[in-house]
């Protein structure tokens, strides 16, 4: 604390990220970062935008990348907001769409950056317990709010929301901004995006971090009603004029242009994350039902905060909420099969008395 701080500042909770340790050799199974690194072509058109054009600013609208997300999604460029991650895509909702007279609603477990950018905007919000079993109930949202916004699947549950009820929800809330935040949905859920033509209350924001494998580019957007994308590009015009750069251009828009790739990977994880489960069950974890690429799990008999220093020791990461109703439980990354292994190996010796 310091008296040159605003008063702003001296209230705000930052969010805390998952480590990103400088060891090498490390089993990282902490940010629910991709096992498999980014399309060869996505790297092939970053080098090609290495070079002298660097001296010129990229194109403030971005727009061959919000042709290539439009083109892949069947929607028009002007349905389509860019961003530096998803996280600053979703930090313009708030103040852009989000912040308004009523409080806006969030479930209780769910991503944690939601609450601070309540935080930093003065966005009112209430949390609407999950289910027993951790899943959404979407008649809790039934009641006057200025928004909701979720992820789907859930963070750090990894549960889906069938959509159906995403449909119940937007049915149900006509006259409020529902936000869905789809950063897992390409590793088992069925995205919204098609609802957008529906429903003009609906905006649905996406990563390239976790399905594409470019955490490090730092790529995200918006679909939605044009309406609310201009909200969002009038933020982003009275914030950061030029969010992506050259490279995150050329990358993203390469990246989403090699479909094949993109699934070959995504059923990969998949696969990998099926035969975890089977092998934690095994090990008697309650495992809850994941769509993600990493997954929620439980041990009746383990405290899951010495599981994480144990698995530590023996070189594996893992994320530990020390939160309400979840500080039981780990939340594991899927690797590659052989990470998964060299997890599970390790959790066996912890595990036997
Ligand atoms: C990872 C994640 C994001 C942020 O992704 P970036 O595009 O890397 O900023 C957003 N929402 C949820 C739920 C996430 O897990």
Known sequence: MSRFWSDVVKGLKPYVPGEQPKLANLVKLNTNENPYGPSPRALEAIRAATGESLKLYPDPNAEQLKLAIGKYHGIEARNVFVGNGSDEVLAHVFLGLLKQAR???FPDITYSFYPVYCGLYQVDFETIPLAGDFSIRVGDYARPNGGIIFPNPNAPTGCLLPLAEIERLLQSNPDSVVAIDEAYVDFGGASAIPL??????????????????LA?????????????????????????SYPLDRLAIAGAAAAIEDREYFEQTCRAVIASREKLVGELKALGFEVLPSAANFIFVRHPQHDAQESTLALRQRGIIVRHFKLPRIEQFLRITVGTDEQCSALVAALKEILSP
């Not at 957007?221 to 914030?239: C, M, P, T, W, Y």
């Open 103 to 105: 409080p806006i609603l």
């Open 196 to 213: 957008i033509a529906k429903y003009t209350n609906l905006l649905v924001v996406q990563t390239l971090s976790k399905s594409r494998s």
């Open 216 to 240: 490090g580019l730092r790529v995200g957007f918006a679909a939605g009603h044009a309406d609310l994308i201009e909200a969002l590009e009038r933020v982003k015009n009275s914030f950061n």
